[in-house]
């Protein structure tokens, strides 16, 4: 139980694109979920977090404009990166916390971006 | 800002050997969580240690905590070449029902066979 799924897996895209990238939860509800990127042999840094149905906090620093999520139901988070340049490759991973659960994340496997 | 400062920053031993990492940290704490990382991949949670808590185990695993200190340790006894993978220590400083992690630098174990 309690698994996350990210899609896709890895995206290249072209500078100046808009990259969509979604966080599911297969078998719980994730009443808050939670996203963070990575950069090579570096720690996870949060970038945001998203309670279903209502607005994501953002971390100091992380452009709200820029990485645009969306917590739409319980199950499903997308963050879409807009107006992508390559400085925002990066390693983009998803997290949920089950209903219930204060101190619990389940981690999904990750999204690798790549921007050309 | 890191909050978790994991050291050493990487380790490499042979198949069999025990490793140790350890994480400190600077604020208080609710609770603190180490997670795995394989290269490339998503986060697997190990353990979860609480404040109130000084030592936990796992299979292979043993976690301390010494919150006078600040410091936490992951001890991995035997370990095997499948070992190899970044661990990284995560703090969550909340005792209320919102609660976000914290991660550390992370440290990069290398398990030779």
């Known amino acids: 139980g309690a698994v996350v799924s990210q899609h896709p897996s890895w995206v290249i895209c072209k500078s100046g694109t808009s990259v969509k990238i979604e966080c599911r939860s297969l078998?719980?509800?994730?009443?808050?979920m939670f996203w963070y990127r990575q950069f090579p042999k570096q720690s996870l840094m949060l970038m945001a977090t998203s309670n279903e149905g209502s607005k994501a906090t953002y971390e100091q620093g992380v452009e709200k404009d820029k990485f645009l999520i969306n917590h739409a139901s319980l199950t499903l988070s997308t963050l879409t990166v807009t107006s992508a340049h390559p400085e925002d490759s990066s390693f983009y991973i998803c997290?949920?916390?089950?209903?219930?659960?204060?101190?619990?994340?389940?981690f999904g496997p990750g999204t690798r971006l790549t921007v050309l | 800002s890191q909050q978790g400062e994991e050291d050493p920053q990487a380790l490499s031993i042979q198949e069999g050997e025990n490793a140790t990492m350890n994480c400190s940290y600077k604020?208080?704490?609710?609770?603190l969580q180490w997670y795995r990382q394989n290269s490339g991949r998503g986060l697997v949670h190990l353990i979860l240690i609480r404040s109130n808590e000084r030592e936990k185990h796992s299979g292979r695993l043993r976690v301390t905590l010494d919150t006078s200190k600040k410091s936490s340790s992951l001890l991995i006894t035997a370990s095997r070449a499948a070992d190899t993978a970044s661990y990284f220590c995560?703090?969550?400083?909340?005792?209320?029902?919102?609660?976000?992690?914290?991660f550390g630098k992370g440290t990069m174990l290398l398990v030779s066979p």
């Open positions: 997290s949920a916390r089950p209903r219930g659960f204060y101190n619990e994340q389940f």
């Open positions: 078998d719980f509800q994730a009443t808050t």
């Open positions: 995560a703090t969550d400083p909340s005792d209320s029902g919102y609660s976000t992690l914290t």
């Open positions: 604020t208080s704490i609710n609770n």
